[in-house]
């Protein structure tokens, strides 16, 4: 199935954000990436995704701070973050679950589990809290 979702990618390893593009593009949706979270911001103002994938570890602005950002301007917007050391911060991400539509997702992933927690995730509504 093809859709049209808009999805930023954030991650300082350029070549790894470049393979995430090319696998959502050949699923049909529409993939601007970033280099890091200060990037990530601008690009988001101008680019208005429905999803955010960004890894937690990055020089400039990391992942967190990215979201905290980009969540003064839409606080529901989906985000998956991804790390090679999620259990780092798994405490601080298990929070954020319980405010805002957020999935981790442990590096390295295939593009199999990739497809399969984005399409879980788009499909799940998500009530924000009051």
Known sequence: MKNTTKILVVDDNENFASIIQTMLEDEGHQVRSAKDGREG?????????????????????????????????????????????????????????????????????????LMRLLSLFLSQPFDSPA
């Open 41 to 113: 911001y601008l690009i988001y103002l101008l680019f208005k995704p429905d999803l955010v994938i960004t890894d937690i570890q990055m020089p400039e602005k990391n992942g967190l701070e990215l979201m905290t950002h980009i969540r003064m301007h839409n606080p529901i917007v989906r985000t998956i973050y991804m790390s090679g050391d999620l259990g780092r911060f798994r405490c601080q991400l298990e929070e954020e679950k319980k405010k805002f539509p957020v999935n981790l997702l442990e590096k390295p992933f295939s593009k199999i589990e």
